[in-house]
């Protein structure tokens, strides 16, 4: 008898616990069910190395500026550090399989990405999108690869000569140099004993010394003038040509002015400050339109040339591009919706006013708003100009040991070896390396 009631209180309690257990799934899954019937807005996230932070802040009411007018989509941006720090977490997300919707990162990575099948060709997107007919045809040589197009460009600039004018004057040259003998001179004429202690105190140029991306950057559009090319066309695939007379060319003419001593190195892998520039230590410096706002606040002269010619005018594109990383289609189809946003005349506008750099949308150039602003800032007119014989860095997967290779040429010329041995022994080193036209 006893053991009976047992039973029964041990049977009650097993079916009150049933249904507690039933009404928690139930609550469970009705919860799932309104989530997922009210959660009609994706949310996307865009990792971006945007620098300086103001930059950033005019990204953020850009895209602010979206999600208010895409209420279906709502887009996040995520600092991850500069490009050069980034890779090593793109690649721990993607094969982690937590890699961001979109990416902002240098053209040059697309070859490894599509490599690692992490990213979705958007040539079917574009094809069909009329912001195609917009984009700077320049640029396309960054976003093409193996008959797909990997990315689109969020924004764009090339490197020209910032001078400083009275410093010209003082050496009573009239005119800006055009071709490389012209730039020779006027750096010797610029470059002298100013406070009388017998030493050169006064140098005509900086050159960036070191290995890094940004020596490369700077000393490509004296490649691209000789008539050098980075990737020579083979039958079948393009092979990295560093030992060329182009090359070798260009790395004389920096090689001379170091020697003749009217030039100057730039601390290691620092080629882009603008201090002894703005000392008026040196009075041309090799840089971009992303400086004017730093040039500007500092109150001194200055004025922009054209990289000076041997064979043909040369200037290399900077900036980044966006690109739609593999998810699932709901989510990519949002990401293009951004990616149109990005590259249309509104965007690009307000993100050239911003920050200086260039619009890649041709009605943006063309539009009252930012003729106004060149009006007001002449010396965009220049890289403006070099646009039309702007060249992209190859988008190749081993593009990075390419520029490594060549930094290093380069970075060995500056500090003394023989341009020609530099240039050989690069070579060497490529061609120890997997096939980089993959």
Not at 29 to 38: A, E, F, V, Y
Not at 61 to 77: E, G, M, R, V
Not at 307 to 312: D, G
Request: one cysteine or more.
């Amino acid at each position: 008898m006893i053991l009976s009631k047992l039973f029964k209180i041990i049977k009650m309690q097993l079916k009150r616990a049933a249904c507690i257990l039933l009404a928690l799934n139930l609550l469970i899954l009705s919860g799932c069910q309104n989530t997922q019937k009210n959660s009609d807005t994706i949310k996307l996230t865009l990792w971006h190395g945007i620098n300086p932070p103001p930059n950033r802040d005019v990204f953020q009411t850009l895209t602010d500026k979206f999600n208010k007018t895409h209420s279906h989509i709502q887009l996040q941006p995520i600092y991850i550090g500069q490009p050069d720090q980034q890779m090593p977490k793109i690649l721990t997300a993607i094969v982690g399989g937590a890699a961001p919707d979109l990416l902002w990162n240098v053209p040059t990575i697309a070859g490894k990405l599509a490599e690692l099948n992490a990213i979705q060709p958007l040539e079917k997107w574009l094809d069909k999108s009329p912001r195609k007919a917009e984009i700077d045809p320049a640029l396309f040589e960054s976003m093409e690869l193996g008959g797909h197009i990997w990315s689109v460009p969020f924004a764009t600039n090339n490197a020209a000569i910032f001078y400083r004018p009275s410093l010209f004057k003082a050496a009573g040259i009239k005119q800006v140099p055009q071709n490389w003998a012209q730039l020779k001179q006027v750096a010797r004429s610029l470059t002298g004993d100013t406070n009388g202690d017998g030493r050169p105190d006064q140098h005509g140029i900086v050159l960036s010394l070191g290995k890094g991306e940004w020596t490369v950057f700077t000393w490509l559009p004296f490649l691209f003038s000789a008539g050098g090319e980075l990737l020579a066309q083979t039958d079948r695939t393009p092979v990295p040509q560093i030992d060329s007379p182009a090359a070798l060319a260009a790395l004389e003419l920096w090689s001379d002015l170091l020697t003749e001593g009217s030039a100057i190195l730039s601390a290691p892998e620092r080629g882009y400050e603008l201090e002894n520039f703005i000392a008026g230590k040196v009075a041309m410096q090799i840089t971009g339109p992303w400086t004017l706002s730093q040039l500007q606040q500092s109150a001194i002269d200055y004025a922009v040339m054209p990289v000076p010619v041997l064979k043909r005018r040369a200037a290399v594109a900077g900036g980044e591009n966006l690109f739609l990383m593999k998810t699932s289609p709901e989510r990519e189809k949002a990401g293009r919706e951004f990616l149109e946003y990005v590259i249309g005349e509104e965007f690009q506008t307000a993100w050239a006013l911003g920050t200086g750099y260039l619009p890649i949308n041709l009605k943006s150039r063309q539009s009252k708003t930012y003729q106004s602003f060149v009006e007001k800032n002449p010396v965009l007119q220049v890289f403006l100009e070099q646009m039309n014989s702007t060249r992209s860095r190859p988008i190749v997967s081993g593009y990075s040991r390419l520029s490594e290779n060549l930094g290093r040429a380069i970075e060995a010329t500056l500090l003394g070896s023989n341009p020609q041995d530099a240039l050989k022994e690069a070579q060497e080193r490529l061609t120890l390396t997997l096939d980089i036209s993959k």
